[in-house]
């Protein structure tokens, strides 16, 4: 392997196939995403994005294609040993603990790393302080710090997202991937929720799924357009925005 990895994708996707029965959910898709990049996937409703995201995180493995993350092929492992290779998908809300605190919820997802990597280590007196400066990290890092005795359940919407980001964060990957963070924002969360992704890419790749073009348009290095499980067209957000096919596909759909 080379000392810098920067002009090796983080993901390699290469002509997955999905099919739900008869009906070819994914037609054969390729993606590449660069390390520090954030690469959106957009198109319609029933486009295939959430199928392309379980393809590539495990949760349910292509009929064709392979997966390629950090150099391994990871096609057919499962998606719990998908975050030791270094990718994360954002949580639901509910796997937050609702009873404790932001710093108490971050700390446990840190702490689970640690026990992953190693329970001797887990236990010395060092890794105390690791874990400690680790979370506040985090916590800096999702713009929580404020809020760090704050319980997950008393948290906005928006914050609960960001938690929940944060918590992805602490098993330190190398791409995380996002499923319509935005939606149901109001406008101070979606603010403050975009500056959180745009910040992510300075430690990792982001992988996003978003509905809100003009959020998309203005964070992503690169964007992914699909329609009806196929891929229509792949560029930098500028060449998007003027693509005639992509503004067929969205002429009177509310993205
Ligand atoms: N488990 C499933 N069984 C049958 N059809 C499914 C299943 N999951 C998704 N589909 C179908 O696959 C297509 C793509 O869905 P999805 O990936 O959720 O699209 P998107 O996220 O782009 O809105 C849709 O037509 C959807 O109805
Ligand atoms: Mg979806």
Not at 94 to 111: F, W
């Amino acid at each position: 392997m080379p000392e810098t990895k920067n002009d090796y994708p983080v993901l390699l996707v290469e002509n997955i196939g999905v099919s739900f029965g008869d009906f070819h959910a994914l037609a054969g898709i390729s993606l590449k995403v660069m390390p520090n990049t954030i690469h959106s996937l957009i198109g319609p409703n029933g486009a295939g994005k959430t199928t392309l995201f379980n393809a590539i995180s495990g949760i349910r493995p292509p009929n064709t294609g392979t997966v390629i993350f950090d150099g391994a092929a990871i096609t057919r492992i499962p998606a719990h040993r998908r975050v030791k290779h270094g990718m994360a998908r954002s949580f639901q809300v509910t796997n937050l603990y609702p009873a404790l605190s932001v710093k108490e919820n971050i700390r446990l997802a840190v702490q689970a790393r640690y026990l992953s990597e190693s329970w001797v280590f887990w236990r010395s007196h060092r890794s105390r302080r690791e874990i400690h400066d680790e979370v506040r990290t985090i916590m800096q890092d999702v713009s929580l710090e404020e809020k760090q005795h704050v319980n997950a359940a008393d948290l906005s919407h928006g914050a609960q997202r960001s938690l929940e980001i944060g918590m992805a964060l602490a098993g330190r990957p190398k791409m995380v991937c996002l499923d319509e963070p935005l939606a149901g924002m109001g406008i101070d969360d979606l603010r403050t929720t975009k500056e959180l992704i745009l910040n992510l890419k300075r430690k990792m790749a982001v992988l996003l799924i978003e509905h809100n073009m003009s959020v998309v348009l203005s964070i992503s290095d690169r964007v992914t357009v699909m329609v009806q499980g196929k891929k229509i067209a792949e560029g930098e957000p500028e060449m998007i925005r003027r693509d005639s096919a992509v503004r067929t596909a969205y002429l009177g759909s509310q993205a």
